[in-house]
Structures are given as structure tokens and as C-alpha cells.
């Protein structure tokens, strides 16, 4: 008996506490059914706004996370769903961590893009009212909703 109190009491003093943030992770049907567009596309141009802002729902040390937002411009190859913009190409906002800490707990789920990489995505899309994109899992976690898709020649 005294063992597993003596267990139970260091298992209970090496426990701490967890906390977690909502994250929104849609199955490929509501992906479907809730996006604008959906491409298959390589990013050609991105561009760093310098306008700060913050990501919705993330605290560290009980302050915002700042952020910053970025454009990308895409080559559409491949339209999947929707009706694609007039010259095949399309921009996407973003947000970028703008004093990234590599990561860590329930920080944002991002994308970066590299266009001499010349990789390509499938980018499930929302219409913003400045006629550019945004992922459809919103800019804290964009990742689930804008995937590597392989590289384009």
C-alpha cells in the first residue's frame, strides 16, 4: 500500500497542467463545401506588407502574438473548384510570426512559401472583400487548408 501511495504522490507532484487552443480542422468534404476556390497552384512573387497585427486566439506570457501580414501570388495550374480569377493567378494573404520563437505550444500552424523552390499547393480558398485569398481555416492555421502538393517543373 505504501508503494502506491508513494507512486500515486510522484506521479501526481510530476504532473503539471495542460492547455490547449481550439483548433479548426475540417474534413476534405467541409474543405470542399466551404471554400471559394480550390487550386492547384505554385507561388510566383511574396511580398512582406510590414503592417502588424496579431493572431486571433494565441497568448504567450498572457500577451498577443504579433504577426505580420504577407501576399503571395500564385500560378493557378489546376482549378479544382470555383471560378478562377481573369489571368490565372491569384494573391493570398497570410500572416508571418513576427518575432518567431520556432514554434512551440499551441503556437500558430503557418505556411512560408519560397518560389525558387518551385513547389506547388493545393490551396482550399476564402473570397476577402480586397479581392484577394485567405486559407479557409483562417490566418492563425493556415496549414490546414493550404498543403505541399509536390513541385512544378
Not at 42 to 51: A, E, L, M
Not at 70 to 94: Q, R, V
Not at 132 to 147: E, F, L, M, N, R
Amino acid at each position: 500500500m505504501k508503494s502506491i501511495l508513494l507512486v500515486l504522490s510522484v506521479f501526481v507532484a510530476t504532473c503539471g497542467s495542460s492547455v490547449a487552443r481550439p483548433v479548426l480542422v475540417l474534413t476534405d468534404e467541409q474543405l470542399q463545401s466551404q471554400s471559394d476556390l480550390i487550386v492547384i497552384a505554385t507561388p510566383i512573387c511574396v511580398r512582406d506588407t510590414n503592417q502588424k497585427t496579431a493572431f486571433l486566439g494565441i497568448l504567450r506570457d498572457s500577451q498577443p502574438v504579433a504577426a505580420v501580414k504577407m501576399e503571395a501570388d500564385f500560378e493557378i495550374l489546376s482549378i479544382l473548384k470555383g471560378t478562377p480569377p481573369a489571368l490565372k493567378k491569384l494573391t493570398l494573404d497570410y500572416l508571418r510570426e513576427l518575432n518567431s520563437t520556432g514554434g512551440g505550444l499551441n503556437g500558430p500552424s503557418l505556411v512560408s512559401f519560397d518560389p525558387s523552390r518551385k513547389e506547388t499547393y493545393r490551396l482550399c480558398l476564402k473570397l476577402g472583400e480586397n479581392g484577394h485569398y485567405s486559407a479557409i481555416t483562417g490566418q492563425t492555421d493556415p496549414s490546414y487548408s493550404i498543403v505541399l502538393w509536390g513541385s512544378h517543373p
